[in-house]
Structure formats: C-alpha cells, structure tokens
C-alpha cells in the first residue's frame, strides 16, 4: 500500500480517484487505511456492488466518511452484523467446513465503528435490539451492470464515475 500511495503522489495532475471495491469479499481491514487517509481532501468515486462484504463493507463506509461518493449496486451485508472469522467448526457427518464469525460490528449514527465480541454481546445489546436491525448502505447513484453489459465489454459503473467527474469539473 505504501508503494501505491507513493506512486499516486507522483501524479501532480489529478485529485480525482476511482475506488473499486466491487467483488471485495474481505480481508485484513487495516491495509487500506494509508490510502484512505491520502485520499482525504480529493474527489473519490467508489465503485460497489453486491459482491462487496465484511472489510470490503468497512472500507466503504471509510471511503464515505472521507466525502466518497458511490456508484453501483446494493452490497451484499449490512452494515451491522457479525464478522471476522477465526476460525471454522467442522461437520463431520456432513464434510463440510462452516467459518464462525466472533465480533458483531455495530455502525454508530456518525458511522463510526464498534466491536462487540460474544463476552460483551449480549450485555450490551440485552435491552438494544433494535441494533441488530439490519442497515444497507445506498449507492449515491444506483447503476448495475447487467450480463448484457459484460459482454459488450461495457463498464457502467465506470461510465458514470467519469460523468460525474466531468459534471463536477464543471461546476466549479
């Protein structure tokens, strides 16, 4: 990531970044930080879709917070809901591998992000239920690609991204 971020700031002719995060399923949540915090004060488009879950999901709502405007489909999870998987329970009988999730990840209203692992779970959310509601975040603007898009080679999430980039450019 560091070498990314150095790279980006070799590039003096531009404030505006596509993020993608469509078909992010995961992973370690902290590795985007550093980019989050060079985007800070640019203009980010951030391209979602149904597909994006669990860090993917956080680093969504971090794009967001910093003023990211998005583009795509509905992603796949709320943004309150269990995560982080430690590991895996075995069914035998079955032969199957199920992942077991161990933090419940709750969004406050100014979005910032609270860890409830199962020893402070069900004290805290005892008379709280009304937070286990699920919360899906909206695409500022709603733009799926269909199959038929794909096999055009056409991208229109992408398309829009650079159109709001344009009308944006100018506004100013």
Known sequence: MQNLI???KEIKDTDNYIIDLRNNS???SSIIKPLIEFLKDKNIVILVNERVFSS???AYVDLKNIGG???GSNISASLNCFGNNPGSYLLKDL???VKRSSTYWLYDENFVCHGFEKDTF???FKDKRYLLEPIILQPDLYV???ILDILNNRDLEVE???NYFNRNKRLK
């Open 160 to 162: 829009a991204a650079i």
């Open 95 to 97: 032969g199957l591998s």
């Open 144 to 146: 799926p690609n269909t």
């Open 56 to 58: 993917g999901r956080m």
């Open 26 to 28: 995961g992973g370690d």
């Open 6 to 8: 150095s790279k980006l």
């Open 69 to 71: 405007y998005s583009i």
């Open 122 to 124: 069900s004290d805290y």
